[in-house]
């Protein structure tokens, strides 16, 4: 992946991140307190929304076989039952690539968030999200924070 450790601001290029406004969360890179060098992306909710959160994204070219993709987040105080987790997907056919990341409740330091993917043939690129599910909850407005760093997709050995 590219910039996977957010050392860099997104180029807005095909192959990098892309951080897409939404109400109800404030997402940027940081400078403090990254896991690895000194930047990680930041995500803020305002507590306002029931927020279905897929707005910090990259697409990855990945030939055919078995990857292990990883990550590492911490969060700080979440509010409801839904935390974050990644997604990863062929956004052309779900059938052949979808898969997530257990998710993080709660406080929580740096934690590895991995997971093994078999990329089938005929998926030509693979979307990688930061992903927070809606929650069914009658108190579901999120508030809290989440950082994320160290993100990679490699071959499996």
């Given amino acids: 992946m590219f910039n996977g450790d957010f050392e860099s601001p997104p180029t807005g290029a095909a192959l990098d991140w892309r951080i897409t406004a939404v109400r109800g969360a404030e997402t940027e890179r940081e400078d403090q307190g990254a896991r690895g060098g000194q930047w990680s992306l930041h995500i803020s909710f305002q507590g306002a929304e029931n927020l279905s959160y897929r707005h910090a994204a990259q697409t990855v070219c990945a030939?055919?076989?078995?990857?292990?993709?990883?990550a590492y987040a911490r969060t700080r105080d979440p509010t409801t039952d839904e935390g974050?987790?990644?997604?990863?997907?062929d956004p052309e056919s779900s059938a052949r690539l979808d898969v997530y990341t257990?998710?993080?409740?709660?406080?929580?330091?740096?934690?590895?968030?991995?997971?093994?993917?078999?990329?089938?043939?005929?998926?030509?690129?693979?979307?990688?999200q930061v992903c927070r599910m809606p929650?069914?909850?009658?108190?579901?407005?999120?508030?809290?924070?989440?950082?994320?760093?160290?993100?990679?997709?490699?071959?499996?050995?």
């Fill in 63 to 70: 030939g055919t076989g078995e990857y292990v993709f990883q």
């Fill in 84 to 89: 974050i987790r990644m997604h990863i997907f």
């Fill in 102 to 128: 257990e998710q993080l409740r709660g406080t929580n330091d740096w934690t590895r968030l991995e997971t093994r993917c078999r990329v089938r043939a005929g998926t030509r690129l693979i979307l990688v």
């Fill in 135 to 157: 929650s069914w909850k009658l108190d579901n407005r999120i508030k809290g924070e989440a950082w994320l760093d160290d993100v990679s997709l490699k071959a499996a050995h």
